[in-house]
């Protein structure tokens, strides 16, 4: 059995904070720990309004707390977020997300992270990234 907390997890170097300054991702669970995903806890800072399009991930996001909205750049389509809201990229669907207050973000990867990945130019997350090494 894994038993991790938030806190601990945030204490331990397992927060990565994104160089762009949109989020910061706390992974709790990370390939290492052989569960076939990676589960993170994310807060999109107030502002934020990026693209990403995750190549070789699927992802699902529920949305804890905080106001926003994703757009399918595919159809131009705009969907609101808010508490209780999930959205699902089930066809790794190029996106943007937009944070009209801090989101709090329960996110679920597909295959799952490694630890240390945070978006390349295209707003992808590599597959072959370095794993994290968690402070002891």
């Known amino acids: 059995m ?3 907390t938030l806190e601990e997890s945030e204490e331990c170097g397992r ?3 994104s160089p762009d300054g ?7 669970l990370l390939k290492d720990d052989n569960m076939g995903f990676s589960f993170h806890i994310t807060t999109i800072y107030e ?3 990026f693209q990403m399009h995750y190549k070789n991930h699927l992802e699902s996001v529920y949305c804890i707390s905080g106001n926003g909205e994703v757009q399918t750049l595919a159809d131009g389509k705009k969907y609101p977020i808010k508490p209780g809201t999930i959205y699902i ?3 790794h669907d190029k996106h943007i997300l937009r944070a009209f207050s801090e989101m709090k973000m329960a996110c679920v990867f597909n295959p799952p992270l490694n630890g240390t990945e945070v978006h390349n130019k ?6 072959e990234a370095d794993p994290l090494t968690v402070a002891s």
Do not use: H, M, Q
Not at 22 to 28: A, I, P
Not at 122 to 127: Q, R, S, T
């Open 2 to 4: 894994i038993v991790r």
């Open 15 to 17: 927060k990565i904070i």
């Open 22 to 28: 949109n989020w910061d991702s706390t992974r709790l």
């Open 47 to 49: 502002g934020a309004d």
């Open 89 to 91: 990229l089930d066809k």
């Open 122 to 127: 295209e707003g992808a997350y590599e597959v």
